[in-house]
């Protein structure tokens, strides 16, 4: 049975930039983040549309995780959201599906992002992603300070 949870960040970034940076984020996460990315490659697509396949390679040290290939299921440019599916990497042995939805969304003066995930674990011994959702929240309010320096 398939559980949600959702993360919801308030950045200080217009949401055309923040959501440039997410349509960004294959070449300038790993630049931003090398602590987390070693590298995140283009298997199949042109990177942005819908059927792009993107490898990323996590750096040394990350917990639990080495490398994840995920599948870009939607985007919508006009609406800034985009979701994704895993389809391989460390996290496809604790989920049988892994989902995640990404929307930046108008909020104030900057924006808010909304990331929700739906999994299903591969068994009761699985904990929920916690990992995950926290790593979220720590890549947009960190993406938001480089935007606000750069």
Known sequence: MASTAEVLVAVKSSPDRFWEAIRGSTDLFPKVFPEQYQSIEIVEGDGRSAGTVRLLKYAQGVPLVTFAKEKIEEVDDASKQVSYSLIDGELVSYYKNFKANLKVEPNGDGSQVKWCMEYEKANTEVPD?????????????????YLAKN
């Open 129 to 145: 992603p916690d990992l995950v959702k926290e790593t979220a929240a720590k890549t947009f309010s960190a993406l938001d300070e």
